[in-house]
């Protein structure tokens, strides 16, 4: 009997060593954090362990908080990936929907910091404007993992493609086209200006094409919508009737400018480049509207963000006192290698 309660009480000491600790006095994440108290132990059973992670991750609400979720299938993807990996372990998951109204998202956020909630994973729309949202958060003892759009406010974790390299790489591609058919003029449509994406871009693909002595014709922000990215390439292509391409910073814009191509009968000769590589995109490379973009693994980042939380609740250290910047891998793909490439064609299911 003796060696039994020594038994279980060496257990209560182990898993008491496990805990993430105490809540802070306004609610959110745990965060003991020195020690053996981090994490899992050294030693573990398989069983034991797995009884150990579930066991913190019980219960713990986690949002999302994308710039939309409406018809997207790049934040669905995000969303059920989340979904499916937090709930499988015990974690309470919510997914919530500003529809790119900015002041909307603010509030949100500001919201879920009230409610306590243990980790926010965020779509950021520009650099700075979820600064204050991201500092609160995390001096309420919540975790803050960014998603795809890097802020000038660390989170703990952000998560996304090497924009700069991805956009060079495709900037290489359309350069290469282009002067095999003698063109050298080329049309930007990125997003919204100030945000990281835009701004990622716009650093990989003008030196590329400063280098080439391309001449942009055009640069203006097509705010993530495909009816402005349409608008814009609508107005270019009467404006230059030698324009080579388009390079557009996401697929689904691209879509946008690819209509106005086909309506001004310069399928084919026109080429439309971007990043990103959703099913729908990949239904008008089948149709040659488009013509190759820098393809990010968006399936690996909702599971990847949904790992960073867990990692985060079972360390337990303090929101804001360690912070990460982790890429995901990208590949230029189009018609020869659609097929053969993982991350290309995700559905958003």
Aim: aromatic content about 6%; some cysteine.
């Amino acid at each position: 009997m003796k060696r039994i309660t020594i038994a279980i009480a060496a257990l209560l000491l182990l898993l008491a060593g496990c805990s993430t600790g105490e809540s802070t006095d306004e609610g959110g994440a745990s965060a003991e954090a020195t020690g053996d108290a981090a994490g899992v132990p050294a030693v573990v059973q398989p069983l034991e362990v797995r009884d150990i992670v579930f066991e913190k991750m019980a219960g713990k609400k986690v949002a999302f908080v994308p710039i939309s979720a409406s018809g997207f299938e790049l934040t669905a993807q995000w969303g059920i990936e989340l979904q499916r990996t937090l709930e499988m372990v015990g974690a309470e998951y919510t997914i919530h929907d500003p529809n790119f109204d900015v002041d909307k998202m603010v509030q949100i956020i500001d919201g879920l910091i009230n409610e306590g909630v243990d980790a926010l994973v965020l779509h950021n729309p520009d650099v700075g404007v979820l600064t204050e949202q991201i500092k609160t958060a995390q001096s309420k003892g919540i975790y803050v993992v960014v998603l795809n759009m890097i802020s000038n406010q660390s989170a703990d974790v952000f998560i996304g493609a090497d924009v700069p390299t991805a956009a060079a790489d495709i900037a290489k591609r359309a350069v290469s086209d282009c002067e095999a058919t003698g063109g050298n003029k080329v049309a930007i449509i990125d997003g919204f200006g100030p945000d990281g994406f835009s701004i990622g871009a716009n650093a990989g693909w003008e030196p590329v094409l400063e280098e080439a002595g391309f001449e942009i014709v055009s640069h203006q922000q097509g705010k993530y919508d495909p009816a402005e990215a349409n608008a814009i390439a609508t107005a270019v292509l009467q404006q230059h009737e030698d324009l080579c391409g388009f390079l557009v910073n996401w697929d689904i814009m691209a879509l946008g400018a690819a209509e106005a191509v086909d309506a001004a009968g310069a399928k084919g000769e026109v080429g439309i480049y971007s990043i990103d590589g959703s099913s729908t995109w990949c239904a008008a490379l089948a149709e040659g509207k488009v013509t190759a973009s820098s393809v990010y693994h968006v399936p690996g980042m909702g599971v990847a963000a949904a790992v960073a939380v867990q990692h985060l609740i079972e360390i337990g250290a303090p929101p804001g006192s360690s912070r990460t910047v982790d890429y995901v891998p990208h590949v230029v793909v189009d018609k020869t290698n659609v097929d053969s490439i993982s991350s290309a064609c995700y559905s958003g299911q």
